[in-house]
């Protein structure tokens, strides 16, 4: 009989995802602005220390992964990194808001060492507490509604300061008082660290890892020998776009093609509220559906509602409003479907080859996600300058068909794209189900 993850683990793993996502909201928001307006970093200067960091931390997160995979302690292989590394993360949240009124030159080294370290922490924390949803359960129906409670617990901080952090702010002074981002950021680090530690002391590792130590090596054959993980990892990569290219170009967009800036408020409503309704239909849908058809199902019908929103044309705010809702509503299910299948070629891993290497293959993706942000920054600074694209330029109908386009269709372009890739995925319905049956048998016979 399948053990059932109690309801109370439930809960605080989708709160720990929501702490850990106030803080990367808040990081995202306000540290580039933070930089240039209070500290008086140059903003090319600033962009440079977020890019380089950027940079180093996407390529320590596989080495993160791998670090995680060998851990063994009387806590699991996840849970030690969740009970003390949040309290570090905090501080340095809480460092990297501090204006230490020093020399320009002091300031941005201490800026610099700041942001390398709380990315540095944040990998620490992001690569465990993801990994951790594949050990907690064996059950595939448990698992499933594990990560859409993540996910959701996860959009909930992102809605939490978008919302009140503006809020936090003015409340402690205002957005030109360097003192109100300093205790924002410890308010907002307390909170954030204690709901990331709560998650990992209320949880339980269920799938106990091997007795043998994997060499880095072999951990790292995870990936690379694991085919239905790596067409996945690539759709994956494409299908990140979507999201970033239509959160990095929509400013530009309701400011030149709606010509008005509070739509971005809106949008943002719309894209939580989708995203959050699909999010949450998707486990009932996972009962009903196969993995993999439901996953190109979501590009395919997020495709055509971009491509539809497109041909309406920019007469109809409301209407459009409405199908970027559908359109975000596809991207919560395969947010969703994509992280199940994910758990599955971890399972698909440790039948196969031996080891399942939950750490490696997190923050593999982790790696993928943040590779992804950086690609559609570069899509959109093409884009622009294809569009010869000057601050505060008059209005013209090429500038606003290119917008258009850059926020429609780029992405309904990149959806379909995503569907490639995972027609070569092969793990059918019946393969997964023989290999957690043989996986099963297996640990019953090593704990007999």
Known sequence: MEERVPAREKVFYSGGLLGQNMLYSFMSAY?????TDLLGIKATTASLILVVASIVDACLDPVMGMIADKTRSRWGKFRPYLLFAPWLIAAATVLCFWDFDASPGTTLAISAAAYLLWGMLYTVCDTPLWALSSV???APKERNLLVTLG????????VVITIGGIQLLLSFGGERDSRAYLLSAILIGIIAAVLIFL???TSRERIAPPVERISFRRNFQTVYKNKPLLVLLLSLLVMNLVINLMQGIQ?????????DAGFVMKIGISLVVG????????????QRFPKKRLYIFSCLFGCLSCTITFLLGQQNPVLILIMLGFNFFFCGMATVVSTSMLLDTIDYSEWRLGFRGEGIVFSTNTFISKFSGAVSRMMIGAGLGLLHYVENQPVTAQLQNGLSFMMLMLPALCFAAAIIPVLFYGITEQQRIHVQDELEKRRTTLSG
């Open 31 to 35: 540290i580039l602005f933070f930089y």
């Open 136 to 138: 907690i359960s064996t």
């Open 151 to 158: 996910k959701i617990g996860g959009m909930l901080g992102v």
């Open 199 to 201: 998650a990992g002391f």
């Open 251 to 259: 400013l530009y967009y309701v400011v030149y093609v709606w010509q």
């Open 275 to 286: 995203m959050i309704l699909g999010m949450g239909a998707t486990p009932k849908l996972l």
